[in-house]
């Protein structure tokens, strides 16, 4: 039977196909504070390693235009275009079929959601505000 290639393997061939290397995406993600390091996902893809939802939502950022079912089922077609856009999931939750979850899970989801994102504004409104110095001085 064959194995459909991971969400990863996905990954590395629309950022190949956008001209950049994986090596530098993965760099550039790095520096964004997305727990990743070099080669990280070849070998993921490889190994079949499960990846964080940080991961992909950082790469659905960067490629808005990706079909996320397609993404992370590997259903589909790889790129929304107005003929499929209608069809698409525009979103993680949507392309997992977690609509099909109890409403109180649902509700869980978008509120951790909901919190993640929160947190993440004031954590970057701390930095903006108190950036830390490169000679460790404050």
């Not at 969400?7 to 760099?27: D, K, L, P, T």
């Not at 790889?78 to 993680?92: C, G, M, Q, V, Y």
């Amino acid at each position: 039977m064959d194995e459909k290639p991971h969400i990863c393997a996905r990954m590395v061939e629309i950022i190949e196909a956008s001209g950049q290397s994986v090596a530098q995406w993965e760099e550039d993600a790095k520096e964004k504070k997305i727990k990743v390091s070099g080669g990280y996902l070849r070998k993921a893809a490889k190994k079949h390693i499960n990846i964080g939802i940080d991961l992909v939502e950082y790469f659905l950022a960067q490629f808005p235009d990706v079909n996320v079912e397609w993404l992370i089922k590997g259903v589909g077609v790889s790129r929304n275009t107005e003929k499929n856009k209608e069809k698409a999931p525009t979103d993680i939750k949507s392309a997992l079929s977690l609509k099909d979850l109890p409403q109180e899970v649902l509700m869980v989801i978008d509120d951790l959601s909901h919190q993640n994102k929160k947190l993440v504004d004031i954590v970057a409104e701390l930095i903006l505000r108190n950036p830390s110095r490169s000679d460790g001085t404050e």
